[in-house]
């Protein structure tokens, strides 16, 4: 079968695009015949990447692209070659983008199936402006509600997607859920020594992850060390790195590079006593993901996104969203209690997300 994904980036610390990679790499282990479309730019930076680029047996073609507004709203010009390649199975990522528009008159226009990854838009008004949300308002009104329809499937990465999904006119028998997933070696790599009393963020340093409220917490926690690894926004690093002057906690916090390598984000992550996630939306966070199965002790803040993977006190810690003294709170209360009963519920609790298992469903949802 010929399968075309469609995102908007292939470059760049992207929680679409490690979807979108992982899914196309395992498709073509399968024996499809798999190519990726994508912008040519790099998510988080101005950087334009290759025309071309090939993992596995998976060919990546990358077409000219601007920016409309936000980071990842753009535009760029694929249905000339889509229409060459002819297709069977259209995999179109992100619910409100021109991509998935033209997605659909491709698939019209060869008589191919199409489907459309939400990967969970929702819920994100805290970090768009007024002319955004109205925007988006008028989308969901006039445009999205009817092309929705026309998708063979919908599939939702989380489940607290669907009232969304219902009131946008979806049907039930329409919406798959299929989650991002993890690496198999995240379950199978046996656990790194533990450095006592260390707390780590794992991402995009970006003002989403709302890392202030991160750094604020460190004034009222004692005798503990904070690294936050990832790709840097360079006007946000600027700020971050201006607070924690400010409040004098530069023996207390370190920024390193992102780790790429996959033992060495293991590594990186066993060393750590607790994971901190304070963003103020999620859709589906692998990272937070990556530090269950390694079974760390994990807090987040309360947003819809977390709400699906944690269960407060259970396999986890939720805490109301920029609240930096309850975030403390719950990193004192983890860093002097019992909680291996938690890490041991937090690895259980996100078996189903290994690829290994993931794989299947996409596969027999395309192939059904």
């Known amino acids: 079968m010929k399968i075309l994904e469609l995102c908007n980036y292939s470059a760049g610390i992207c929680g679409v695009w490690n979807r979108v990679k992982e899914?196309?790499?395992r498709l073509s282990k399968l024996g499809h015949e798999v190519k990726?479309?994508?912008?040519?730019?790099?998510?988080?930076?101005?950087?334009?990447?290759?025309?071309?680029?090939i993992i596995g047996d998976v060919l990546i073609r990358r077409f000219s692209a601007r920016r409309l507004g936000g980071e990842s709203f753009m535009l760029w010009n694929f249905e000339e070659e889509a229409l060459k390649f002819k297709p069977d199975v259209i995999i179109a990522h992100s619910y409100r983008h021109i991509h998935t528009g033209k997605a659909l008159k491709i698939a019209k226009k060869i008589g191919c199936r199409v489907f459309l990854v939400t990967h969970a838009p929702f819920e994100r008004g805290e970090t768009r402006k007024l002319l955004d949300k109205f925007i988006v308002h008028l989308?969901?009104?006039?445009?999205?509600?009817?092309?929705?329809?026309?998708?063979?499937?919908?599939?939702?990465?989380?489940?607290?997607?669907y009232p969304y999904l219902k009131k946008l006119g979806v049907s039930d028998n329409k919406i798959i859920y299929i989650p991002n997933g993890i690496p198999s070696k995240f379950f199978e790599i046996k656990n790194g020594k533990e450095e006592k009393n260390k707390l780590?963020?794992?991402?995009?340093?970006?003002?989403?992850?709302?890392?202030?409220?991160l750094i604020l917490a460190m004034n009222?926690?004692?005798?503990?060390?904070?690294e936050i690894v990832g790709p840097a926004e360079e006007k946000y690093l600027l700020k971050l790195k201006k607070l924690i002057r400010t409040n004098n906690l530069e023996r207390k916090i370190k920024f390193?590079?992102?780790?790429?390598d996959l033992k060495e984000k293991i590594k990186k992550i066993d060393k750590s006593n607790i994971f901190v996630l304070p963003s103020k939306s999620e859709g589906m966070s692998q990272a937070l993901?990556?530090?269950?199965?390694?079974?760390?002790?994990?807090?987040?803040?309360?947003n819809p996104g977390n709400r699906d993977l944690i269960v407060n006190g259970k396999n986890g810690f939720l805490f109301k969203t920029g609240n930096y003294r309850k975030l403390a709170d719950k990193i004192n209360y983890a860093l002097s209690a019992d909680l291996n009963k938690m890490k041991n519920e937090?690895?259980?609790?996100?078996?189903?997300?290994?690829?290994?298992?993931?794989?299947?469903?996409i596969d027999n949802t395309i192939e059904s």
């Open 23 to 25: 899914e196309s790499e």
């Open 36 to 53: 990726i479309f994508s912008s040519n730019l790099e998510k988080g930076t101005n950087k334009i990447v290759s025309e071309d680029d």
């Open 139 to 161: 989308y969901d009104k006039f445009i999205g509600k009817r092309r929705l329809k026309e998708f063979d499937k919908i599939i939702a990465i989380t489940r607290w997607e």
């Open 200 to 213: 780590l963020f794992l991402g995009r340093i970006a003002e989403v992850k709302d890392i202030e409220t």
């Open 220 to 226: 009222f926690v004692d005798n503990c060390f904070l």
């Open 256 to 260: 390193s590079p992102a780790v790429f």
């Open 289 to 302: 993901i990556e530090a269950m199965a390694r079974g760390k002790i994990v807090i987040a803040s309360n």
């Open 346 to 361: 937090a690895k259980k609790s996100v078996k189903y997300f290994s690829w290994s298992k993931i794989i299947e469903k």
